[in-house]
């Protein structure tokens, strides 16, 4: 993974050096991936956490500081790389796979080929998603995720950095479907703002919609520190939960008290029960422990 990204990042530097872009362009990530709208949203949700929790946690509590660490992390040093692994993906696709992409689909409304274009992201998404549980590799660098034992909004940030190497994938529908209109950033926003919902401190189900939308509710179940049945871990839809029908791993949520979340022996470096001066060091640990030969969470994948 951390080859793949290497190499990505430099395609997609010369890419960007070549047109002469290559400052503005990674200068301009922060604001494009952390939009001010999706600011509000995570605020206005962490509010909302306060008053209407899952589970009771104290604001200042040393969870949310680490995940707002990886929010930081993410706006400061994951944007620009994440902006070089798209751009190198995409040099890529149309330098080895231009057969994918097709031309302007003139009969085909542009609000269609929109909602075709996020609905593919998301099935991708869906498909990565899975993919980082089923493979041991994969599994090293996404466990941190689902490491949270105090969940809210802040833990769609706790990722590792080279996680998003996984999630290119999701590029392939905007390439694909590219020439007939490009997608709103608006949409792309509003997208962004219900994938980060999900990981909320609430016990929102969203009633009938959340049958198609994800909610916090649903999707505490797939971060359930034991797993609710025999299939093991469920619920890995980002926005719809249609993939998760389709494959049979889709877990409605019920009445009752939120269940517990985090990984069973707590094979991740966690940052409960340490003093709040050991905080930048556990995010460290937490960072390098991937990387190591025989890595703690190589037992549950």
Known sequence: ????????????????????????????????????????????????????????????????????????????????????????????????????????????????????????????????????????????????????????????????????????????????LGSSGAVPAAALIAYGCLVTLPHANLCWTYGALGRAVVSPAYHRLHHAAAPLDGRGTVNFGFVLVCWDRLAGLAALPTAGPAVPTGIAERPVPLEQGVGRSRVGVVMVRQLAQPFGVHAAMDRRS
Do not use: C, K
């Open 1 to 176: 993974m951390a080859a793949g990204a290497l190499w990505l990042g430099v395609v997609g530097w010369r890419a960007l050096a070549r047109a002469g872009e290559v400052s503005q362009t990674l200068a301009a990530a922060p604001g494009r991936m952390v939009a001010p709208a999706l600011v509000v949203v995570v605020v206005a949700v962490f509010v909302a956490e306060r008053r209407w929790p899952a589970v009771r946690r104290p604001w200042s509590a040393n969870a949310h500081l680490v995940d707002l660490g990886y929010l930081l992390l993410f706006a400061a040093v994951v944007a620009p790389l994440v902006t070089l692994l798209e751009t190198g993906f995409g040099v890529e696709v149309r330098r080895h796979a231009r057969f994918l992409l097709l031309g302007r689909l003139a009969i085909v409304p542009r609000s269609a080929v929109v909602v075709a274009i996020v609905v593919g992201i998301d099935a991708m998404n869906w498909a990565a998603h899975v993919a980082n549980h089923l493979s041991r590799s994969l599994w090293r660098f996404h466990a941190l995720h689902h490491s949270q034992e105090d969940m809210s909004v802040f833990t769609t940030f706790r990722t590792h950095p080279l996680s998003h190497v996984s999630y290119l994938a999701a590029l392939l529908p905007v390439l694909v």
